[in-house]
């Protein structure tokens, strides 16, 4: 017979329920404040239904109309430093902390609303309609809210894709020696998605300031919340993960009010993440002004209830029955919240000359211009003015060889040294002297603190550099252990890091390197060997280095350091152990930005490549007789920093081109690449552009099959001879 011992979570778990006593004590001002902000949101949440409802609204207006009082309640108890993000039911969130940002003293429901509060609504209402006078210029509309200066750090279209990037936010704060917190704001539905769950481990194992806010709304669109989950009591998550979690009443903003100030006790005290779960209820559908009853997976009996426990009305009840405020007060809170919205909405949008009478339309002038489109998707690069440049042959301090991987590991411990901001991370870089491969070795002893080994967790972590690159206070380096692990953290690198800039009006920089690391034929097989220089080279935001010697290595890997943009710097394990050119001098120059390199110059044809397979087309074009091939390293992939001058020049002279690279032709390179010369370069072809890939499939583990799947210098020496032969 066994005995069964109970075993409990170290983190406690509590629920925090208000009392009349609570209400009696609580501060006039918060209270009065916590009205004037609910009346300005639902007022101003109504108004959006409204130009919603006339088609003046482009894609969705998630409404968070019923649960306000989470929102106010725990943005009451912030600071205009700390930060906080949510996702796309975050109107609410993003008002309580601008308005929080602006009126920090709180807002007096008597008065008249000021100027500072008009223009922020102003701003908030242009940015959901799309329009030019937005935080964003309209690029982001109603799921990408950001005021970076009101410490509201950007809402999120993907369910739970801002809980790793507030998770940098966090990081950020304490690294730079504050007691400041990041709140993610997060929802039923994001709470049993990866990217959460992994941001929950991350959080608590490194013990950022970091509050999980989850409003729990019960339905995640129609499904609801004990369907979605085997323990629908969703702050029992956090201690399973080591977090102190805090259930309370959201429709109560006192009670969210006072749960909070305990969570940031916890938080700024340094004993690592909180979680606040807010049970709350939106009054419509997931988007538009239909209730969810319309839609039966509710009913209007259930409706009901939740409306009888208004937070507006709540709050307005105790302030009437403590004599705060008087019914006729409170009346005019709300009217002047209506006029001031109809006067924010009478900017916006003009009754259409074309229309019938009621009509609306937005005034013209207040669209951005469609010239904007493309504009902000990637820095300047005025950053870069200024830095010291040099290539192999003129650079100053002298060329000798070394080994590749120590160039990696050297040029980061110089730049550490000079710039306190780095910071690198990523699984096992801290550890096995310098990481699998040896790339970190000796930076966590010269840089504890700066060089972190993280939990396998690729969204988390590679979120979390985000996150603190958004921030700007620092520079992350992750280092993806192989470049294949970019699908786990594809929403972090893709739909996050890439886009934030554009999406968030094109002028929030980016500064992120990702080291990944390509590792093909080292018999890892399907799903460690994949060249991602494709997959980025078609997706918004990245620039993409491609060093294939030491000393491009240094200089690249410098530019990327000193660039405002998310840089993926490509590492093939062919060439760690190479012996190649590296400066003897200083590791302090860039490679130009944009200058590709020829490798060996020749007449007949243009052979374009990168990284690895730079050499076995220089061997190629050794071994192959009667064609004189020109072999080029890109070195700058990305569409934005090719060197199409190099380019040009080149075919101009040889008439034909081949794109080589080792991968498949599925997820390849060379794809877009050669797609872009035929119509840059028509006239001066002879022949189509030709291709040197792997084959279709991944690359297997047996070395015949690997070595069949990867294209290298036999493949290319095929393709000169063709050409020779032509
Ligand atoms: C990764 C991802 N999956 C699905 C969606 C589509 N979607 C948008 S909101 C939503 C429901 C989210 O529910 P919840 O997290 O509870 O937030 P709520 O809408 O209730 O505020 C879904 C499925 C999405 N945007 N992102
Ligand atoms: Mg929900």
Not at 380 to 386: A, F, V
Not at 583 to 593: A, E, I, N, Q, R
Request: proline share 5%; aromatic share 8%; glycine share 12%.
């Amino acid at each position: 017979m066994t005995e069964q011992r109970r075993l409990d979570p170290a983190a406690p778990w509590t629920e925090v329920v208000v009392t009349e006593a609570d209400w009696d004590e609580a501060d006039p001002d918060l209270l009065t404040s916590m009205f004037a902000h609910l009346v300005l949101i639902r007022t101003f949440e109504e108004y959006v239904l409204e130009l919603a409802g006339q088609g003046l609204v482009h894609g969705p207006a998630h409404s968070s109309i019923g649960q306000e009082g989470g929102a106010v309640g725990s943005i009451h108890a912030l600071t205009s430093a700390d930060t906080v993000n949510g996702s796309h039911r975050g109107h609410h969130q993003f008002l309580a902390k601008v308005l929080r940002h602006v009126e920090p003293e709180g807002i007096d429901p008597r008065q008249p609303f000021s100027e500072r509060v008009r223009d922020v609504l102003l701003r908030s209402l242009a940015e959901i309609c799309g329009l030019d006078r937005g935080f964003s210029h309209g690029r982001g509309g109603s799921m990408h809210l950001k005021w970076t200066e009101a410490g509201a750090i950007g809402t999120n279209a993907i369910v739970g894709g801002g809980v790793p990037l507030a998770a940098g936010s966090a990081w950020a704060h304490r690294h730079a020696g504050t007691d400041d917190v990041a709140v993610t704001y997060f929802g039923d539905g994001a709470v049993n998605i990866g990217s959460t769950l992994e941001t929950f481990n991350l959080a608590a194992a490194w013990r950022l300031p970091l509050c999980f806010f989850v409003e729990n709304n019960h339905y995640a669109v129609s499904t609801n919340v004990e369907e979605a989950t085997g323990e629908p009591r969703l702050s029992a998550r956090g201690p399973g993960f080591g977090i102190a979690s805090w259930r309370v009443d959201g429709m109560d903003p006192l009670a969210v009010h006072l749960a909070m100030e305990q969570a940031l006790a916890h938080l700024r005290a340094g004993r690592g993440p909180a979680l606040v779960e807010a049970d709350v209820y939106r009054y419509f559908h997931q988007n538009g002004g239909y209730p969810g009853s319309a839609f039966r997976y509710r009913t209007k009996e259930e409706e009901a209830a939740w409306r009888a426990r208004d937070p507006i009305a709540q709050v307005r009840g105790h302030l009437e029955r403590r004599g705060i405020l008087d019914a006729e007060e409170a009346d005019a809170t709300v009217a002047r919240a209506k006029a001031l919205l109809a006067d924010i909405g009478g900017c916006l949008v003009e009754p259409d000359p074309d229309g019938k009478p009621g009509v609306r339309r937005i005034k013209p002038d207040e669209w951005p211009d469609p010239a904007f489109a493309d504009v902000g998707i990637r820095s300047s690069l005025d950053e870069l003015e200024g830095a010291e440049l040099a290539e192999v042959d003129s650079y100053r301090g002298g060329v000798g060889e070394a080994k590749f991987v120590e160039a990696v590991s050297a040029v980061m411990c110089r730049r550490m040294e000079t710039d306190d901001r780095i910071v690198v991370m990523g699984e096992d870089v801290h550890r096995l002297g310098g990481g699998t491969n040896g790339a970190t070795k000796g930076l966590v002893e010269a840089f504890p603190g700066r060089v972190l080994g993280t939990p396998i967790s690729e969204n988390a972590f590679t979120g979390l550099g985000g996150g603190i690159a958004l921030d700007g206070r620092f520079r992350p380096v992750v280092e993806l252990m192989y470049a294949d692990f970019m699908w786990v953290a594809a929403d972090q690198i893709f739909n996050q890091i890439g886009k934030a800039r554009h999406m968030y009006g094109g002028t929030t920089p980016v500064p992120l390197v990702l080291r990944s690391k390509v590792a093909m034929g080292t018999g890892y097989g399907s799903q460690h060997s994949m060249d991602p220089a494709g997959v980025f080279a078609t997706s918004p935001g990245w620039r993409i280095v491609a060093p294939s010697t030491p000393f491009d290595y240094v200089g690249l890997m410098n530019a990327a350091l000193r660039c405002e943009d998310p840089v993926v710097v490509l590492e093939h394990v062919d060439l760690y152990t190479t012996v190649g050119p590296a400066p003897l001098g200083d590791l302090d120059y860039c490679l130009p930005v944009g200058r590709a390199a020829v490798r060996r110059s020749g007449e007949d044809v243009t052979v374009l490549t990168y990284l690895a397979m730079t050499h076995y087309a220089l061997e190629a074009a050794e071994r192959v007789e009667g064609c004189d091939a020109e072999v080029i390293d890109l070195r700058w992939l990305d569409r934005a920093s090719i060197d199409w001058d190099t380019i040009g020049e080149s075919i101009r002279k040889t008439n034909r081109v081949i794109v080589a690279e080792q991968g498949p032709p599925g997820t390849s390179y060379g794809g877009w690449l050669a797609d872009e010369i035929q119509r840059r370069f028509f006239d001066w072809l002879d022949a189509p552009v030709q291709r040197v890939t792997g084959r279709e499939a991944s690359p297997s583990i047996s070395k015949v099959l690997e070595g069949a799947a990867i294209a290298g210098a036999d493949e290319v020496l095929a393709a000169l001879e063709a050409v020779g032969e032509a």
